[in-house]
């Protein structure tokens, strides 16, 4: 089973997905936890390469195509024979941020970015996605207050660009019904953990 979780900047995607994890592995199940940009060295220096704040031109074709180099060498480091093994994989953004960040806020087009994914992914999609859904003006102020996060060139983005990649999640939910499932991220922290563990619990039950 491969989830990925999705969602604005300050969503609070990670430190729930993490509580919840702790959960289910106390109960046994296998989970392999991993986040994009990312996950493996190689993967890395080039996470590096896309939020570097000092890279502000880099072209937006070019970082939607560095984005997709990240995921491919990271399916084949780690998704791919995790998934083979019978873990089950969580990773933090994945595919639908490529589609949200690059095909609509950035206006590359969703299908465009779709394209160049399924040659980089083989037409891997996730079995289920978890959309952390937040005012991202709410999600920005929570990363301000947080002093541990460090900022990356698309935490410095205006807010009409966050609104964008919201709307873009949003609809992405609509055109994939059975993947999706939208979290509302502005509830007390407690009621988001319960409401994610139950939602993850039900899909590992049926399957
Ligand atoms: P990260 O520090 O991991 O942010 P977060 O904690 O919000 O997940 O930075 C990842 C950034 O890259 C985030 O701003 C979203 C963006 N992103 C894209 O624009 N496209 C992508 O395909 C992915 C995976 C991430």
Redesign the pocket.
């Known amino acids: 089973m491969f989830i990925t979780i999705e969602g604005v900047?300050g969503s609070g995607k990670?430190s729930t997905m993490k509580k919840v994890v702790e959960r289910l592995k106390k109960e046994g199940y296998q989970i392999v936890t991993t986040?994009?940009?990312g996950g493996t060295p190689i993967a890395e220096q080039i996470r590096n390469i896309i939020?570097d704040v000092n890279n502000t031109n880099l072209d937006a074709r070019a970082e939607a195509l560095l984005?997709a180099a990240s995921r491919r060498q990271h399916l084949i480091e780690k998704v791919w024979p995790n998934l083979k093994d019978g873990k089950i994989v969580i990773c933090?953004?994945?595919i639908d941020?490529?589609l949200a960040?690059?095909g609509g806020a950035r206006h590359l087009g969703i299908e465009n970015i779709i394209n160049i994914n399924m040659f980089a992914t083989e037409n891997t999609w996730p079995d289920l996605t978890l959309l952390f859904d937040i005012d991202p003006e709410i999600g920005l102020r929570r990363i301000a207050q947080n002093n541990n996060r460090e900022v990356?060139r698309?935490?410095l983005e205006k807010l009409d660009f966050h609104r964008n990649v919201r709307k873009t999640f949003l609809e992405l939910a609509k055109k994939y019904p059975n993947r999706y499932v939208i979290i509302d991220s502005s509830k007390p922290q407690n009621e988001v953990e319960n409401e994610t563990y139950k939602i993850i619990k039900e899909r590992l039950n049926a399957n």
């Open positions: 900047e990670s986040r994009e940009p939020l984005y933090d953004r994945y941020s490529s960040y690059q990356n698309l935490d």
